[in-house]
């Protein structure tokens, strides 16, 4: 991992030179059999609908004057699937080297890329922020391009033109006021690009506009549709058979994997499934008229057809049986490890390893270097009394304030000596005292410094400095350039 100015952060863990040594040693011990469900037969179904789903992208993104390249060609048959997955926002450059990583590995490896839309969980599919810099200080600004954020991503689309006009106007112009003139023009692309999106759903909207504007042909499929998929019902009706035995398992390996990890939050990294005498929840959602909620057994399990994984049961699918190597982002690296335990204990089951990219990207990376510069300095100011010495000829001060500061501190320094060979309390009570007002003044100098007022302006907090470094900002600020 690397961080600087020049070089934003990237985190790969193992390191991806590496990779391949993991690929490799997933297929030297593949899971063939998982709930009943074989490899085989998910894939050849996954591979299919897949392709039929990416298609479709590039069909749609055609007749509304889009160029997007075809869909990836799978280099032979049987080919290992490299997999990542991300619900259907818009990326931010972390989210975003996710996808880069999948294209520029598995075109090494020889194997056939693939992304699942998470869509079925819920938020502002359309959410993003965008800066605005006003008298020095940076605001960060949350815009949509849904029509109507919330509920779950699946049922969202593109705002119509009139608001994606007023939507996009707004963050030009606060580019401009801000004299971030360089940005202007990739947001009048991106806003060209939704406009000519407008109405569609949102996990396919942003899909095409980030193989627009970065080039990826990897496949794709919802995992709405990847659900649909008969050996994928197979492996969620195998759930709901199993029960409250299921239940009580997934409970014991969450509350083990807290103990070992010193876990205290009872909701990390997933909650407990709720026991009663008569009943017991499942790691499963169902969909009805009231939305999305949770599945109970033995009376809400009849239905197999209504019923999607939650967190922990997608990534049990996707890696257990879809993939051979799946690539996560920070988030995922810290869960998925419990899911590993789980198939442990529970079905017995060694699930292949996965690996992790992530990518920290600054809009303003010079203000983030001055600022993270500036807020050390100041916690270190108070040394300033007590080692003044430390901190002369740094070019911190002005000449007129380092002389003030050298005789502030040579009066100090003869008061510590006359301290230290005082021969009665009277004398050492006196010297003390006066010891203490030469601090006071030498503290009193350090206020009246440039530097002192300055590490004590307005906009040097902490708080500004997480806004000045948020890496949440979308991946059309940025250049997309392959990792």
């Keep these: 991992m690397s961080t600087s100015a020049n070089c934003p952060g990237l985190v790969a863990i193992p ?3 590496s ?22 037969e998910i894939r050849a179904q996954l591979v299919e609908a897949a392709r039929a789903h990416t298609e479709k992208l590039v069909v749609e993104a055609g007749q509304r004057g889009i160029p997007v390249p075809r869909c990836q060609t799978p280099p032979a048959l049987g080919a290992p699937i490299v997999m990542t997955g991300h619900q259907p926002v818009l990326y931010h450059p972390g989210l975003l080297f996710k996808e880069q990583m999948l ?18 969980d819920q938020g502002d599919g359309g959410s993003f922020l965008a800066p605005c810099i006003h008298d020095g200080a940076l605001l960060l600004r949350q815009r949509s391009v849904a029509a109507q954020g919330g509920g779950m991503f699946r049922d969202q689309h593109v705002a119509d033109e009139g608001r994606l006009r007023e939507i996009f106007g707004q963050v030009s112009a606060d ?39 970065c080039g990826h042909s990897h496949l794709e499929i919802p995992l709405s549709g990847l659900i649909e998929l008969p050996a994928a019902r197979a492996f969620l009706a195998a759930i709901v058979s199993a029960g409250r035995g299921f239940s009580e398992a997934y409970n014991s390996a969450l509350d083990a994997y807290r103990a070992a990890h010193r876990i205290r939050n009872a909701a990390n990294p997933f909650p407990n499934m709720k026991l009663a ?46 993939s051979d190597l799946f690539i996560h982002g920070l988030g995922g690296g810290t869960y998925d490890p419990f899911v590993s335990d789980f198939a442990r204990s529970f079905l017995s089951q060694e699930l292949p390893s996965f690996v992790v990219a992530s990518r920290t990207r600054h809009l303003f990376p010079a203000r983030v270097a001055e600022l993270e510069r500036d807020l050390e300095m100041r916690s270190r100011l108070r040394e300033v009394v007590s080692h003044p010495r430390r901190f002369l000829g740094q070019q911190l001060f002005t000449a007129a304030e380092e002389r003030r500061i050298v005789a502030a501190a040579a009066e100090r320094e003869g008061l510590i000596g006359q301290l230290h060979s005082a021969e009665s309390d009277a004398q050492r009570s006196s010297i003390s005292h006066e010891l203490n007002e030469i601090n006071r003044a030498l503290r009193g ?39």
């Excluded at 997933?26 to 059999?33: A, E, I, K, Y």
């Excluded at 401009?176 to 000519?196: I, M």
């Excluded at 007022?453 to 392959?482: I, K, S």
């Design 277 to 322: 005498a008569e009943s017991w929840e499942l790691p499963l959602w169902r969909f009805g008229r009231e939305g999305r909620l949770p599945v109970f057994g033995p009376g809400e399990t009849g239905t197999v057809g209504s019923i999607a994984p939650r967190g922990s049961i997608v990534t049990l699918l996707l890696r257990g049986l879809c």
């Design 19 to 40: 990779w391949g040594g993991v690929l490799s040693h997933n297929l030297s011990r593949p899971v063939s059999l998982l709930l009943g469900v074989r490899r085989e």
């Design 103 to 120: 294209m520029s590995f598995a075109g090494a490896a020889s194997a056939l890329p693939m992304s699942v839309t998470i869509d079925l």
């Design 445 to 483: 100098v350090l206020q009246e410094t440039g530097l002192y007022r300055r590490l004590h302006a307005q906009d040097v907090t902490q708080a500004a400095l997480d806004r000045w470094r948020c890496r949440e900002l979308p991946f059309f600020f940025f250049d997309c350039g392959t990792p």
């Design 175 to 213: 580019l401009e006021a801000s004299s971030l003139f360089h940005l202007v023009a990739p947001v009048r692309g991106v806003a060209d690009l939704y406009l000519r999106l407008q109405g569609m759903p949102i996990p396919q909207a942003h899909s095409i506009a980030r193989r627009a504007i």
């Design 15 to 17: 390191p991806s030179a």
